[in-house]
């Protein structure tokens, strides 16, 4: 992060040129994290006891899957993860997604 902003289109270039996953920068007391999504996996199961974590939807497909419900968002959509929601994201055709979540949490 240069200049006080992030560029997303830029960082997922960098990830993708790497091939490398996932990055993450702190700002503000909130965790930004850039993940691309392999197609066709399966998500860890987590939660976040005491915070929200937000998801938005750079490009692909995601899939956002808790015990109860799952919901598929596209690229432009997002969705608020609760505090404590146990959850996974996955992805049929591959993905990259950018996670804000809270530090104090």
């Known amino acids: 992060m240069s200049g006080g902003g992030l560029d997303f289109a830029a960082e997922f270039q960098r990830l993708r040129d790497a091939g490398q996953s ?3 920068t702190c700002a ?4 930004i994290r850039l993940v691309r999504v392999v197609g066709g996996g399966e998500g860890r199961w987590d939660s976040h006891p005491s915070t929200t ?7 692909g497909d995601f899939r956002v ?41």
């Not at 503000?28 to 965790?31: I, L, R, S, Y």
């Not at 974590?53 to 490009?59: L, R």
């Not at 799952?70 to 608020?80: A, E, H, I, K, S």
């Open 28 to 31: 503000g007391g909130v965790a």
């Open 65 to 105: 899957e808790f015990r109860d419900s799952t919901l598929n968002l596209d690229p432009g959509q997002c969705c608020v993860v609760p505090a404590g929601a146990e959850h996974r994201g996955t992805s049929k055709c591959g993905a990259e997604v950018i996670l804000f979540t809270n530090l104090a949490g």
């Open 22 to 24: 996932e990055s993450t």
């Open 53 to 59: 974590e937000t998801a938005i939807v750079w490009s």
